[in-house]
Every structure is written in C-alpha cells, then in structure tokens.
C-alpha cells in the first residue's frame, strides 16, 4: 500500500514558477516509476514527467519539456516537479502517481495513467495570464 499526498499548487501569473511536492508513505522499495500527471476540466488525464525511484532517467511531455523538472529526495520519500515559466494552457489538477506493479518498468508506457496503481489526492494549478 502506498499513500501519496501532493502539495504546493496555487495561483500564479504567466512566467511564473511553482514547485509541486509529493510525499510517499508505505512502500519502502525503490526501482519503480513514480510520475507527475495533470487533468484540465473536460480533458484527458496526461503524463507530465517521469522518473524512477532510486534515481535514474527523467521523461517528460513534450509540452513541458525545458520548462519543467522532475526530481526525488530520496531520504524524505518525496517527489518534485520544479515548474518554470509556466503558460495559462498548464492550469490543471496535478497528481502524483506510482506504479508498484512495475509495469511501466516491464514495457508500459509512463505517460499511460492506466500503468499507475496509485495516485494522490491532487493539488490544483492556476495559470493566468
């Protein structure tokens, strides 16, 4: 079981930065992706960014890619998306998510919400222009 609680969303003005943090609780192994998500209302959920726990290679969306980076603390169990210059067209929910079945590891796709087994709560971003 693995508990996930995201913070630091809040409103911010175009170019501006914010940093989301997600703190995992439960699961004490390391090698499995770990990833950032958004929803906009009336949208798909998307892959943001991607990493696996432990340290290793990042990926990102192409929309976010140079903008946006994805990090880990491994001694406080917490997972970031540092977000720079941001654009009205990133507002959205923003959750954390987990793949403890290893299945983006074993061949799935990390932007694929449908690989992940458990997702945090969300923490919103608003972007205004």
């Known amino acids: 079981q693995v508990h996930l609680v995201e913070s630091g969303g809040g409103s911010v003005l175009a170019g501006g930065s914010l940093t989301l943090s997600c703190v995992a609780s439960g699961y004490t192994y390391s090698g499995y992706f770990m990833a950032w998500f958004r929803q906009a209302p009336g949208k798909e959920r998307e892959g943001v960014a991607a990493t696996v726990t432990g340290g290793g290679r990042t990926y990102y969306a192409n929309s976010v890619k140079d903008r946006f980076t994805i990090s880990q603390d491994n001694a406080k169990n917490t997972l970031y998306l540092q977000m720079n210059s941001l654009k009205p067209e990133d507002t959205a929910m923003y959750y954390c998510?987990?793949?403890?079945?290893?299945?983006?590891?074993?061949?799935?796709?990390?932007?694929?919400?449908?690989?992940?087994?458990?997702w945090g709560q969300g923490t919103q971003v608003t972007v205004s222009s």
């Open positions: 998510a987990a793949d403890t079945g290893l299945r983006v590891t074993y061949g799935g796709r990390w932007y694929l919400p449908t690989e992940f087994n458990y």
